[in-house]
């Protein structure tokens, strides 16, 4: 697994907290069926047994353990306007 941050995303970690959860959440279709999709959130889990802790530099990421370990982690910062939002991919 490797995990790799933009500066712009790791700066905004940082001034929100130094941790950041990835996580793997179903989201459902038009069509009754459901997809896993990556989402981010800043902070810790309450619960650590789910997820694997990986630290970047000064940032703590959790990883979902149902996350495939195989693909890059990539967190970027999204924008639209003047707002800015934390945002992953898998690749």
């Known amino acids: 697994m490797e995990v790799k941050i933009a500066h712009e995303a790791e700066q905004y970690i940082k001034k929100n907290g130094q941790a950041v959860m990835v ?3 179903a989201m459902s279709g038009c069509c009754g069926g459901a997809a896993p999709m990556p989402q981010i959130q800043l902070g810790s889990p309450k619960d650590l047994s789910g997820y694997i802790k990986t630290e970047i530099g000064d940032i703590t990421v959790f990883v979902d ?6 693909k890059q982690i990539n967190i970027f ?4 306007l003047w ?3 934390l945002q992953v ?3």
């Open 23 to 25: 996580q793997l959440i």
């Open 65 to 70: 353990v149902k996350v495939d370990m195989t």
């Open 77 to 80: 910062l999204g924008k639209l």
């Open 83 to 85: 707002l800015a939002k």
């Open 89 to 91: 991919e898998l690749i």
